[in-house]
């Protein structure tokens, strides 16, 4: 049986391909992440809890725009190490639309949603320091990106202000009250996506030295 470690490139793949002296630095195919089935099963679960929490989330009293869909992107980013993974918030609103129905302004919120995933695939390859102050960034642009694009989508289609540049203002000032919960709830849930990340792959570090240790004593 081979207990090559599937996420080591084979020697001539290593020749091939500069970038796979660190596999690492490169995506994760579906056979690896087959063979890593926690790190999808793991993205499963955090997916299903922000789409249920943005359910209950108005029935519990929750503040206004405290959701997790953001922390939950970046952490399928980063345990599926793969440009796909972008797509979680979309799963996650369509989902909860479904049942919530839609407002006048999806379009905003979904294309805000599609910027906020595109940004955090950027850091998939990120490890130590790096990676967190990419949770700061992605948690704070993250949530003054939706904001902005989100009010301003109020402005334009919703018909709740006037026209005019007063009227942008008004809407950014309504907003601000959700601004600072999201942007809250996000500079504490991005960075503990990324610490949840880290003892992943740390504990695949320990069981891969683990079985290391056992084929060599067999």
């Known amino acids: 049986m081979d207990d090559r470690d599937v996420l080591t490139p084979a020697a001539g793949d290593r020749a091939r391909d500069p970038r796979a002296q660190d596999p690492r630095a ?48 970046f952490l399928a ?39 906020i995933g595109l940004g955090a695939i950027l850091a998939r390859h990120l490890r130590g320091p790096g990676r967190y102050a990419a949770a700061l960034g992605v948690g704070v642009g993250g949530s003054l990106w939706f904001f902005a694009w989100t009010n301003f989508g109020v402005w334009l289609m919703d018909g709740m202000y006037p026209a005019t540049l007063d009227g942008l203002l008004a809407s950014y000032v309504a907003g601000l009250p959700f601004l600072r919960t999201m942007l809250l709830g996000n500079l504490v849930l991005v960075p503990l996506a990324a610490v949840i990340a880290s003892m992943v792959e740390r504990a695949e570090t320990r069981a891969e030295a683990a079985g290391s240790l056992r084929a060599v004593q067999h």
């Open 26 to 73: 490169r995506d994760l195919t579906v056979a690896e992440l087959a063979h890593r089935w926690w790190r999808p099963a793991t993205v499963v679960l955090v997916l299903a809890a922000a789409v249920a929490w943005r359910l209950v989330a108005p029935g519990l009293g929750a503040p206004p725009n405290l959701e997790i869909a953001t922390a939950a992107t």
């Open 77 to 115: 980013v980063l345990l599926l190490r793969n440009r796909w993974a972008a797509v979680v918030p979309f799963a996650v609103v369509a989902v909860s639309d479904a049942v919530l129905g839609n407002t006048q302004i999806m379009w905003f919120t979904w294309s805000a949603w599609a910027v």
